[in-house]
């Protein structure tokens, strides 16, 4: 078994901020049957798993980590999966830097893509109406809702977002929205 994200990032948070991340377990050469999961901090909640399971051989299982920070420090934790696999512990880093509360913050939603097999969401930002752009999410976003802690006081930004399906084609973007930071 091993898991397919070298780690989960959730980037830049303010206290009072919640995030998301996947991540996806495989069982490579055999049926792998997982019978734990453990997080070392009680920042960070494991998700998506119904204890025990088994994973056929060359299949995946996604998992989610949701980020409820109980304090405004930096924070960091492992999470473990315990199984039958050879290598009968597999683990991942998960890591969180924590702002400033004075920090200016842009909270995006959009509503749900009505293609199929939707995996998730790529968020762009742009200094200029029309782009160019740059993706300013670390991995594919599940959710409709995106929060970015990376924007400066006195600017003016332009976000649009894409969907990605399972074959990982990505959308044309969305409608552009403006954002001024006072």
Do not use: C
């Amino acid at each position: 078994m091993q898991v397919t994200l070298p780690a989960i990032d959730f980037g830049d948070a303010s206290a009072g901020s919640t995030g998301t991340q996947t991540g996806q377990l495989t069982a490579s050469g055999a049926d792998v049957t997982v019978s734990s999961a453990t997080i070392s901090s009680e920042n960070f909640q494991v998700g998506g798993l119904s204890l025990p399971f088994t994973i056929p051989a060359g299949h995946s299982v996604p998992f989610t980590v949701t980020f409820v920070p109980r304090d405004s420090s930096t924070s960091s934790a492992i999470i473990s999966f315990g199984s039958d696999a050879k290598n009968s512990s597999a683990e991942q880093a998960v890591t969180v830097r924590m702002l400033a509360t004075d920090q200016h913050k842009v909270q995006l939603s959009w509503k749900a893509s009505t293609s199929k097999h939707i995996l998730g969401y790529n968020i762009y930002r742009g200094n200029r109406s029309g782009g160019p752009y740059e993706k300013i999410n670390g991995v594919l976003d599940p959710n409709l809702k995106f929060t970015d802690l990376t924007v400066t006081s006195g600017h003016k930004y332009y976000y649009v977002a894409t969907a990605v399906n399972w074959k990982k084609r990505e959308s044309v973007h969305s409608k552009q929205i403006q954002v001024v930071i006072p």
